[in-house]
């Protein structure tokens, strides 16, 4: 009798050490599959001669396998189609400019008062689209991992005057006054090309929507802060969460003719450059805030 209770106790022990061991290596499997980098050729492993498990772990490690083919095989589609986009843009602005360029011809040439008024038209229109396909563009070249970055150390404040000067006949033909608060020598590191592309398209979209004063502010300290604030048209609500979205349009009516694309370049190449990027608006004022590394 005491044989067999001896018995049965072992074979307890056993099989509670057995159950030990297979829930240690379930929860291990769990753990690893929360840790899993899917983007990796990692599988799941165990180390255990239980049959159930190792089909349980095979039949993850297939499905695994699966979701990596399928989410390889969908950026390949979403980077084949961002080449696309930037393939066809690039293909329709040199049509554009042609239409643009016999178009300004045609107005210097002597004009009924109705054959003047439709190549105004026609002119808006063109430009409108050649603005929208080279929005396109920039955006499916930018986002489609084409360009790689060239960080260098440059200096911001200078290159904000040269960007700002650029426009000043824009600025001077608008009824926005420029105020600049920029402190001399600020050096940061990072593409001089992206980042002059940000400016461009922050101070473009000040001319488009901006009211009687915009005031560009850059200092830096710890950080280099670059802010940017406009007045804005009374009554326009601004979605700070949404601003930097594709084609989202404050003030989206029928006489606006902007893309609603600039401001979602400038969060790709702030993404791109390291650089945090955010809107604020109070009752007076719309404000862009970059945040963009420093050196010295």
């Keep these: 009798m005491k044989l067999l209770v001896t018995a049965l ?7 509670a050490f057995l159950i030990f061991l297979l829930r240690r290596e379930i929860l291990k499997i769990n753990d690893r599959l929360k840790r899993l980098d899917f983007e990796s050729n990692q599988l799941l492993e165990v180390n255990l001669f239980d049959r159930s498990v190792n089909t349980l772990t095979e039949t993850l490690n297939e499905q695994i396998i699966e979701q990596r083919a399928y989410r390889i095989a969908v950026m390949n589609r ?12 690039h293909d329709l602005r040199t049509p554009l400019t042609a ?5 300004q011809l045609l107005e210097r ?3 009924s008062k109705d054959q003047a008024e439709s190549i105004k038209i026609l002119l808006e229109k063109s430009l409108t689209m050649k603005n929208l396909t080279q929005a ?15 960080l260098v150390r440059i ?8 960007e700002l000067l650029k426009e000043s006949v ?19 590191l990072t593409d001089k090309k992206l980042l002059t592309r940000v400016l461009q398209n922050l101070i473009v979209n000040v001319l488009q929507h901006g009211q009687e004063k915009v005031i560009v502010e850059l200092t830096q300290k710890e950080k280099t802060v670059l802010k940017i604030s406009n007045k804005y048209k009374a009554g326009t609500k601004i979605d700070t969460q949404r601003i930097f979205q594709r084609y989202y349009v404050a003030d989206n009516n029928e006489t606006n003719r902007n ?14 450059l390291g650089i945090k990027n955010k809107a604020v608006v109070d009752p007076e004022y719309f404000t862009i805030c970059l945040e963009v590394p420093s050196t010295k």
């Design 9 to 15: 106790v072992i074979i307890i022990l056993i099989l």
């Design 78 to 89: 979403e980077q084949e189609l961002k080449e696309t986009i930037s393939n066809i843009s």
């Design 99 to 103: 239409i643009i360029g016999y178009l």
């Design 109 to 111: 040439e002597e004009l």
């Design 136 to 150: 396109f563009f920039e955006l499916s070249y930018f986002d489609s991992q084409l360009t790689e970055t060239e």
């Design 155 to 162: 200096n911001l404040s200078n290159l904000l005057i040269d």
């Design 170 to 188: 824009n600025f001077d033909s608008s009824t926005i006054e420029p105020q600049l608060k920029i402190q001399e020598d600020c050096f940061v």
């Design 259 to 272: 893309n609603g694309l600039g401001l979602a370049i400038v969060e790709l190449l702030c993404h791109r």
